[in-house]
T-cell receptor, first 115, second 112 residues
Framework: DGGITQSPKYLFRKEGQNVTLSCEQN?????MYWYRQDPGQGLRLIYY???????QKGDIAEGYSVSREKKESFPLTVTSAQKNPTAFYLC??????????????FGDGTRLSIL | DAKTTQPPSMDCAEGRAANLPCNHS???????VYWYRQIHSQGPQYIIH???NNETNEMASLIITEDRKSSTLILPHATLRDTAVYYC?????????????FGEGTQLTVNP
């Protein structure tokens, strides 16, 4: 089935460690996004990418890094510089057809916790 | 960016219509209204979107006022599985791409 796969579903990190969250899509979508969600709150944009080898910072990019080496993959690294990384992380994608109204589609998320 | 305002919570009886309001009084002429929902611990699910005409699909109907300053999402026959947080979003278009700005949404609880 076509969709967005995030792995792992749950992830634990020790303080001071970097950790990478995986996001893969087989929808042939050009644009991909990473959001962070804290308990009881809406989503906040971390990074997004419109095309391979290009990405832009969102509203809360500090302490995070991304890469887009392949169209179907957009991994997110939570670095030790992110002081409050415990959150629910969501990856999304969407067809990029110029100025498009196509909706974003989301994966089921990765819940990151600090040990 | 056009900001949206939604009530924090609503209740609905199973089998009845659920009407979820959203205010977006600063919306500009080329911005669309999108609705998503999120069931606990899952990713958001796209429901419907519109510009100025009313829209209907297999999940819901979207009614946008003539001045476009508010809209209502209608679930015609709510079921227990419709219990979720519903987000009303106005799409921001940037020169290098597009993004969705999520607020805190409305927690809809469908009661038996």
């Amino acid at each position: 089935d076509g969709g967005i796969t995030q792995s792992p579903k749950y992830l634990f990190r020790k303080e001071g460690q970097n950790v990478t969250l995986s996001c893969e899509q087989n929808l042939n979508h050009d644009a991909m996004y990473w959001y962070r969600q804290d308990p009881g709150q809406g989503l906040r944009l971390i990074y997004y990418s419109q095309i391979v080898n290009d990405f832009q910072k969102g509203d809360i990019a500090e302490g995070y890094s991304v890469s887009r080496e392949k169209k179907e993959s957009f991994p997110l690294t939570v670095t030790s510089a992110q002081k409050n990384p415990t959150a629910f992380y969501l990856c999304a994608s969407r067809p990029q057809l110029g100025v498009s109204v196509q909706p974003q589609h989301f994966g089921d998320g990765t819940r990151l916790s600090i040990l | 960016d056009a900001k949206t305002t939604q009530p924090p919570s609503m209740d609905c009886a199973e089998g009845r219509a659920a009407n979820l309001p959203c205010n977006h009084s600063t919306i500009s002429g080329n911005e669309y209204v999108y609705w998503y929902r999120q069931i606990h611990s899952q990713g958001p699910q796209y429901i419907i979107h519109g510009l100025k005409n009313n829209e209907t699909n297999e999940m819901a109907s979207l009614i946008i006022t003539e001045d476009r300053k508010s809209s209502t999402l209608i679930l015609p026959h709510a079921t227990l599985r419709d219990t979720a947080v519903y987000y009303c979003i106005v799409r921001v278009v940037e020169t290098s791409g597009s993004r969705l700005t999520f607020g805190e949404g409305t927690q809809l609880t469908v009661n038996p």
